[in-house]
């Protein structure tokens, strides 16, 4: 067996890191998480018009038309684990980039409901792809030193993605009269044209990503899996040099001996030593849907409603969102590495439970106006420089290199079913708890993500992938 480098000593504490090359290919990566961001966000824009050209007037017509796309997200995510281990992380990132270019287009160009239904569902499958791949991908080439900042970008480009869909919207219907009628907005060319715009323009970013993952390397941990060593070699080269590589490569290698390596099956997962880590990464995951911050970017007009705004001070509060959702990712992005991963999960679920007391307490005793606006920009702020990007930078890492591509998929799918049941069930519990109960459930929530973070998360910061396999798994 091949001497694997100590776990004291990372490869890249004796390389000279190509950083210009390192950043390159993993912003190009990270244009998945942009796409992934802004196809995501672009049809709550979108609503109050295509809703109208359609003429959807019940709650489940509308329900359905906002929560279709997680159907695909949930079989791209699936669909990630098994064809990623197969046929490679670089080609499934390329057929998300085609996805995302050909779905955009063919919302922009429906013309029935049951037909933009179903290209919403296929766009679900490229956001899907995207999600699990993106993080996976950048934590596959990335030094174990800037890893956490380099998986960090990804949600960085998922949060300017959400602010250029938000952005856009909001120019193209600037100019809509106030107290327009339904009648006027379905016939005018905000209702006939102006969605459609909306959805259309998501294809430039698309065909950029899919023209920049031409040119990016397979994943070397991909490469070394299934016996494409000097290939491998020849990437982490141009990573960290020579000597970099061939201490890299080693690493990986020790992981991956005597082992059915080509041959991974989702019942793989559930062997003694796996099943702690994918316990782990699931509970994160669905953690950081569960914690609630989903319900203000998907329900933002009715939470701001009920805080007292009128219509057209709501989409000001919309753009206010997603600049404070910006702005404290870099926050993210300069601590992850530094600060560690632990610290901040614990400080965002802790912070987001205290917000959450508060928040119900202002809706129980029915204030408006701006302190409501204050506090939910505060929970964005806690959720951007915390549990958005750090939760992605976990389960990107915690995996060991022979089955990080099913287990990544479990983790996502867990992620994109607990997104649908939090987005399903926030009206309902909002009818039958009021804002007030519905906000302190999710502080409850928050608690336990606290208390299982403290007692269960190990810290990860400035590991080498093979280090941490051996100290999760082994």
């Not at 059915?260 to 796996?274: K, N, S, T, W, Y």
């Not at 992620?415 to 909002?430: E, I, Q, V």
Request: hydrophobic share 55%; net charge positive.
């Amino acid at each position: 067996m091949i001497t694997a480098t100590p776990a004291s000593a990372p490869p890249e504490r004796t390389a000279h890191l190509n950083t210009a090359y390192i950043w390159s290919i993993s912003l190009v990566a990270a244009l998945g998480g942009l796409l992934f961001g802004w196809d995501w966000v672009v049809i709550g824009g979108a609503k109050p018009f295509f809703q109208r050209y359609f003429q959807l007037t019940s709650e489940s017509q509308i329900g359905w038309a906002n929560s279709c796309a997680l159907i695909g997200c949930l079989v791209g995510a699936l669909a990630a684990g098994a064809l990623s281990d197969r046929f490679g992380r670089k080609r499934l990132l390329l057929v998300a980039a085609f996805l995302f270019a050909l779905t955009s287009l063919g919302n922009a160009l429906a013309h029935s409901f049951t037909v933009f239904v179903a290209w919403r569902m296929l766009g679900g499958v490229a956001i899907g792809l995207a999600s699990n791949l993106s993080p996976m991908y950048i934590a596959e080439i990335a030094p174990a030193g800037i890893r956490g900042r380099l998986v960090a970008v990804n949600q960085l480009t998922i949060v300017i993605g959400i602010l250029l869909a938000q952005s856009l919207n909001w120019f193209l219907v600037r100019n809509l009269p106030e107290g327009a009628t339904d009648e006027f907005i379905r016939n005018s060319w905000f209702g006939q044209q102006g969605w459609r715009w909306m959805f259309g323009l998501t294809a430039a970013p698309a065909l950029l990503f899919l023209v920049g993952m031409t040119l990016v390397p397979e994943s070397p941990r991909w490469l070394a899996k299934y016996g494409k060593g000097e290939r491998a070699r020849g990437v982490l080269a141009k990573i960290g040099g020579d000597r970099y590589a061939a201490d890299a490569l080693a690493d990986i290698r020790s992981t991956l001996a005597s082992e059915e390596i080509q041959r991974v099956r989702f019942a793989d997962l559930l062997e003694p030593g796996m099943r702690k880590v994918l316990l782990l990464g699931v509970v994160l995951a669905v953690f950081q849907q569960w914690c609630g911050i989903n319900v203000i970017f998907n329900y933002a007009e009715e939470i701001f409603r009920a805080a007292g705004y009128d219509i057209s001070t709501v989409l000001k509060n919309i753009a206010w969102t997603g600049s404070v959702n910006l702005a404290f990712t870099f926050v993210a992005l300069g601590t992850v590495d530094r600060g560690g991963r632990r610290p901040l999960m614990l400080m965002g679920a802790a912070g987001l439970a205290l917000i959450y007391l508060v928040l119900g307490f202002c809706y129980h005793r029915q204030v408006t106006g701006w302190p409501m606006l204050l506090l939910v920009l505060s929970a964005i702020g806690c959720y951007a420089m915390s549990l958005a990007p750090v939760t992605w930078v976990i389960i990107s890492e915690i995996f060991p290199n022979r089955i990080r591509g099913a287990a990544m998929a479990v983790a996502v799918t867990a992620l994109w079913t607990a997104c649908f049941l939090l987005t399903y069930t926030f009206p309902m519990l909002n009818a039958t708890l009021g804002s007030a109960g519905t906000f302190w459930l999710y502080a409850a929530i928050c608690v336990g993500g606290f208390l299982f973070i403290k007692f269960k998360l190990p810290e990860t910061k400035g590991k080498t992938l093979e280090q941490i396999e051996r100290e999760l798994v082994d």
